[in-house]
């Protein structure tokens, strides 16, 4: 029959226009500025920088390594390694960035500096309101705006954040053991060397070494080509 | 009491003019009369426009704009005054006279037929003789606006969209007159005051609309098909088709010029709602009898709103039609049942009203729609296309 179909769609609209005004599953929109969804934990918007303890310049995981620089695809991250240095988690000394500034107008949130990133040290914040009036310098996050504790990655991603928090433990606890095993080999050698002095026939101390350091010596490149501009003078 | 409420705006008008010498009365209450016309159609443009926004979203189920004012009712000013300010960009090949032109052509053919539509008991610009007949004239002009939109752009879009429109509005003006043709044959007149009077008496409280007589209802039902295709409304939008054609012929209007068809689209679209009710729906009759002592003009006023909700309701609904099934549908379908309810018509007049009258005409409509619909849809000619190799 010729108008049948137009009658079946013209009742579904009727049932769709009355259903919003008493079903909330017929209108699903969310007042967005008013009303929020919260973020997903497998969102990931923009990198940030993970840090330990209260102070966030001394707590900082990462050590400058710029691997991240090397592999962002659109070129967003800027580095600038320091001149000294401090120790990291492990209580190694660690040179550490003295400029750490990303592009959040060039960042296409690929992630692929958190994974490349062997410390821990960069992660992807849930946070997407990153809109700014002001061009150039808002849009240029330095390393302090970049800066988040341990604890708000927790809150954000709490399964990652843990696996990342067993990981390092075990690799600090790791390290530890060997040091502890180095200085154990360390004390014998003395003492060996010490019976050897005493007594003339040498016996061969086990040689251990400390943990070989990640490859943070490797880049000797300067500081980056590419310098963003700067804000408005 | 209700007389006064009834004739609220004439006795107004009267005392309006009554403060001018007797000789520019005349005039002066013509003025008035067309001031109030340009200043009430436009805002309940902007109505149906916020309502249409609204209206779509539910449908759709999504708000439709609620950000300015509660509830989101001036958004009608935010869009207005959005298009003023808009940068007025006319293409550089375009030819510049008749581009600018084409939206005053349109908006002033849409606001002539206004002149002779009767909006409530005496409350017509012109009563004229033949206004049905001034009614088409002024409606068939509004394709001028379009080809001269079209033409002028310069634009291969502009020019398909106007050719589709000009194609469907020249198809759907033959069902529309042809609608009406049967009302002229009834009433005996073409004045559209005198087609009101015709509808508005009453028979056990019910009214004599002529949508209620079964070639009023099919005339109602092709006319309001014909009125949808029209003014270019979906299903039949395909003049506009955003997703082949851009904007169809006002693909190259910006800013106010742009506004001015959007305007005349929907000042149209009240046009033939308002000619349509008053052809088939009473005018300004009231649905019953015990309701007469409604002020006329609020009937007339509800019932194009009601239909400019029916058009909504069914743009919420529909699918955009193809050129073929457009064509097909109007020549080979809705054309061959007009002609056949003017003979259904002819019938009406001369068995006399009765209930014999009544079943024998709505039978041989209702026969005839089913047989056509059937054979129609079994050759493909107006239902789903059916593919030879595709399938």
Known sequence: ?233 | MVEKADQIFVTLLHWLVGFLPTGWQHLASVVVCVVVIIAVYPTLFALAVLLERKGLGRMQNRYGPNRVGPFGILQPVADGIKSLTKEDVVPFRADALVHFMAPLVLVVAVFMGFAVLPMGRNMELVDMDASLLFFFAMGASTELSVFMAGWSSRNKYSLLGAMRAIAQMISYEVILLLSSVAVVMITGSLSLVKIVEAQNHYTWGLPHWFVLTPWGLMGFVLFVIASTAETNRSPFDLPEGESEIIAGYFTEYSGFKFALFFLGEYVGMFGIAGFGTTLFLGGWSAPLSVLTWVPSWIWFFGKVLLWICFFIWLRGTLPRLRQDQLMNFAWKFALPLTLLNLIVAALWHFMGAGVVTWLVCFAILAIAYVLMARTGLKRGKIGPRSYRYAE
């Not at chain 1, 991250?77 to 492990?90: A, C, G, H, R, T």
């Not at chain 1, 003295?98 to 914040?125: G, H, L, T, W, Y």
């Not at chain 1, 390092?168 to 060397?193: G, Q, V, Y």
């Open chain 1, 1 to 233: 029959m010729l108008g049948e179909g137009i009658l079946k769609g013209l009742a579904e609209t009727a049932k769709n226009f009355a259903g919003s005004y008493v079903s909330k599953e017929r209108l699903t929109t969310v007042q967005y500025p008013e009303e929020r969804v919260a973020p997903f934990e497998a969102a990931r918007v923009f990198p940030f920088l993970v840090y330990d303890g209260e102070d966030w310049e001394a707590g900082l995981r990462c050590v400058a390594c710029q691997i991240c620089e090397k592999e962002c695809p659109p070129k967003c991250i800027y580095i600038e390694k320091s001149k000294e240095k401090k120790p990291d988690y492990v209580g190694k000394l660690q040179i550490y960035p003295a400029r750490f500034d990303i592009d959040v107008s060039v960042c296409m949130s690929c992630q692929i500096c958190v994974e490349v990133c062997p410390f821990e040290a960069i992660k992807m914040n849930t946070e997407f309101e990153l809109a700014t009036d002001d061009r150039f310098g808002g849009l240029l996050l330095d390393r302090q705006k970049l800066a988040h504790s341990n604890e708000y990655y927790h809150s954000i991603h709490p399964t990652e954040a843990s696996e990342v928090d067993a990981r390092l433990a075990e690799e600090k606890a790791k390290a530890e053991a060997k040091a502890k095993a180095a200085a154990e080999a360390a004390a014998a050698k003395a003492a060996a060397a010490k019976a050897a002095a005493e007594a003339k026939p040498a016996t061969p101390a086990a040689e251990a070494k400390p943990a070989a350091p990640a490859s943070t010596t490797e880049s000797k490149s300067p500081s980056p080509a590419a310098k963003p501009t700067e804000g408005e003078k």
